[in-house]
Each structure stands twice: as C-alpha cells, then as structure tokens.
C-alpha cells in the first residue's frame, strides 16, 4: 500500500509517497514531473525497501515558491527531507537531472548516500 503525505523543508512543504519496509531507498523524479513517475514501480521496489518518492519543491503536490531551484537547492531540500523523517542513510535511484541530484546528494554528503 502506497501512503502520501508532506513534510515541512525549508522552502515549503514536500509532498511524498512512502511504501514497503527495509533499508530506505529515495526516488527523485526529472524536472517537470511528479513522484507519480515511480508509481508503476514503488510497490516491486517496497518489497525490499522503504521507499520514498518525493514531489521536488516546485513540483507535483509540493509547495511552489517563486523561486528557480539549482541542483544544489533541490539536493538540499531533499537532505533536509531525510532529516525530518529520521532517515539517517539511504540510497537514491534518479531518473533524468533526479539522477544528477542523486551524483550530488552523494559529492555533497556522502555519509547520506
């Protein structure tokens, strides 16, 4: 069963999918698309993870500031996510630039990655 639900970061609310249970795994979707991207996917991959499909701030059914987002906003965002919900390390699957925020997610604190 996929849960939904938002998480306070500092640019606004984040909205996120979460199923399965196990060692966390965090999708991040391209730019202009949702975490609905991973749904065809997220109930297979909750079988042996903790999966978390995040909406970037800007996107989906986050909050959208008007602001223009960097990689390093969005992986910043996304670490903060991980803070808030007590994921301490996980491993993130990227599709498109969500695969560059993944490269930076690990250059930038790979104690979390």
Do not use: C
């Amino acid at each position: 069963m996929i849960k939904e639900d938002k998480v306070q970061v500092k640019d606004g609310m984040m909205f996120y999918r979460s199923a399965g249970q196990g060692q966390p795994l965090v999708l991040v979707h391209a730019i202009g698309l949702s975490s609905e991207l991973w749904l065809p996917v997220m109930e297979q991959l909750a079988r042996n993870y903790s999966v978390y499909a995040i909406d970037l701030i800007g996107h989906g059914e986050s909050d959208k500031p008007d602001k223009k987002y960097s990689i390093e906003d969005h992986t910043k965002s996304i670490l903060e996510f991980m803070g808030k919900l007590g994921i301490k390390k996980a491993s993130v699957i990227g599709s498109s630039i969500g695969a560059v925020i993944a490269v930076e997610m690990s250059t930038s604190a790979p104690e979390k990655v």
